[in-house]
């Protein structure tokens, strides 16, 4: 079981940037597809990016051009770089691991960011 411990949210104007990290306890996460999520107060958790094992990223079409994701595997962990954030950025913020099936199985506890 990786243990996924999200940080770095907070509350910023809207057009700052916030960077998030996700440390993960597993000596595999240099395997893994790793991901970043987010879900707002009665809305479906929705995909925000995801690095595969060959560092390709991927985005939702709404934060394209405005967020980052790279992955550490010396650190075992995935960060998000988020620019130019708008106040529709506002959610808790979690960080997901495929455990290599291709398929996310595990999130972790989340981050809030609160853009005003």
């Known amino acids: 079981h990786v243990q996924l411990v999200e940080s770095g949210g907070g509350s910023v104007q809207a057009g700052g940037s916030l960077r998030l990290s996700c440390a993960t306890s597993?000596?595999?996460?240099?395997?893994?597809?790793m991901g970043w999520f987010r879900q707002e107060p009665g809305k479906e958790r929705e995909g925000v990016a995801s690095?595969?094992?060959?560092?390709?990223?991927s985005y939702s079409d709404s934060v394209k051009g405005r967020f980052t994701i790279s992955r550490d595997n010396a650190k075992n962990t995935v960060y998000l770089q988020m620019n130019s954030l708008k106040s529709e950025d506002t959610a808790l913020y979690y960080c997901?691991?495929?455990?290599?099936?291709?398929?996310?199985?595990?999130w972790g506890q989340g981050t809030q960011v609160t853009v005003s």
């Open positions: 690095v595969g094992v060959d560092d390709r990223p």
């Open positions: 597993t000596y595999m996460f240099g395997s893994y597809c």
């Open positions: 997901a691991t495929d455990y290599g099936s291709g398929a996310f199985a595990a």
